[in-house]
């Protein structure tokens, strides 16, 4: 299984970008799909996760949104509003379980497939 992010980038604060991961080797339309990310210094943590619902981190929400195209197996955090404190490596992950609480869903050792991260860059 591999997961293929891309989409990081430098971008001011308020700007947007949109993050992409192409997976291939599993069966992406019955996966939980998630994003986690790690700045530098700090424990990785979760952004927005895709099961049986859509789950967002209180830090994020409202501001990023999390979708699937299942057709192309590929997942996409849209970011809008970006803020310094967004700046961090952004992590694709999934596994082939559902998970049943929000607390679940963002616990990162839930999931067992994990891509190489994409940087994202948000200047002051």
């Known amino acids: 299984v591999q997961l293929q992010a891309s989409g990081g980038g430098l971008v001011e604060t308020g700007g947007s970008l949109r993050l992409s991961c192409v997976a291939s080797g599993h069966s992406f339309s019955r996966s939980t799909m998630a994003w986690f990310r790690q700045a530098t210094g700090k424990e990785r943590e979760f952004v927005a996760a895709?099961?049986?619902?859509?789950y967002y981190a209180g830090s994020v929400k409202g501001r990023f949104t999390i979708s699937r195209d299942n057709a192309l197996n590929t997942l996409y955090l849209q970011m809008n509003s970006l803020r310094p404190e967004d700046t961090a490596v952004y992590y694709c992950?999934?596994?082939?379980?559902?998970?049943?609480?929000?607390?679940?869903?963002?616990?990162?050792?839930?999931?067992?497939?994990w891509g190489q991260g994409t940087q994202v860059t948000v200047s002051s």
């Open positions: 992950v999934g596994d082939d379980r559902s998970f049943n609480t929000r607390t679940a869903y963002s616990q990162p050792s839930r999931y067992y497939y």
């Open positions: 895709d099961g049986r619902g859509t």
